[in-house]
């Protein structure tokens, strides 16, 4: 059976299972605007060993806020992976992760985890002035950016905001016609340029096996 992500579930997860039983449990501290997928991904691939900690997706609006949340979370545990990226926080997360010898996932951004390091970096130099949307920004965007940002109350400050974007990409983790609308007036609303792609979650679950399942492979050696 197909997902609405696009994956196949397969049946052939004994060796999965024999992983499952093989490693202690670990906590993966992520970023709350990619839990619903990194949670679809656990079920998926049966990775009963990992415990997720999701802090909210709203500390984007404050980044510096960011290693501070992750330091206080990294406290309560003792075998830890950071399902962060650097998020606008300027390298103060690694230098909190580094404090603790802990690893994050690669990239500067989350929106990296979908499209690929590849395919971003590609995008984001064709248009230097590129604003991202994923599924969960998409469907939380009135309470992180137009709330966050004080918008509704202040409607001018959208130029302000926005004056240094030129277009609005948005990556989508699964097809759906509603939420392309709702970018598409986005779009609108921000005054912006638009642009479509959908990613699934392959170069996202491809993240996940070679960082998190690794690291934690190694961490028992």
């Not at 079920?43 to 609006?61: E, F, G, S, T, V």
Request: aromatic fraction near 12%.
């Amino acid at each position: 059976m197909i997902s609405q992500y696009g994956i196949m579930d397969k049946n052939n997860d004994i060796k999965q299972k024999q992983m499952s039983l093989e490693i202690e449990p670990s906590l993966v501290i992520a970023c709350g605007a990619i839990a619903r997928e990194l949670q679809f991904l656990k079920q998926l691939n049966k990775w009963r060993y990992m415990k997720i900690q999701c802090l909210p997706a709203k500390l984007h609006d404050r980044p510096d806020e960011i290693p501070i949340a992750v330091e206080t979370a990294i406290l309560k545990y003792k075998n830890i992976f950071i399902a962060y990226a650097d998020c606008g926080t300027g390298g103060l997360l690694d230098m909190i992760l580094e404090k603790y010898g802990l690893t994050r996932l690669p990239g500067a951004h989350c929106y990296e985890f979908f499209s690929g390091s590849e395919n971003f970096l590609t995008t984001s130099r064709s248009c230097l002035g590129t604003f991202y949307l994923t599924d969960f920004l998409t469907r939380h965007f009135d309470r992180l950016v137009k709330e966050g940002l004080d918008l509704i109350g202040h409607p001018e400050l959208i130029k302000d905001y926005f004056k240094n974007y030129e277009k609005l990409v948005y990556l989508s983790q699964i097809h759906s016609t509603k939420l392309q609308q709702i970018t598409r007036l986005l779009t609108k609303y921000l005054g912006l340029g638009y642009s479509y792609e959908y990613t699934g979650l392959t170069f996202f679950e491809k993240d996940i096996k070679e960082n998190i399942i690794q690291w934690n492979t190694n961490a028992l050696n």
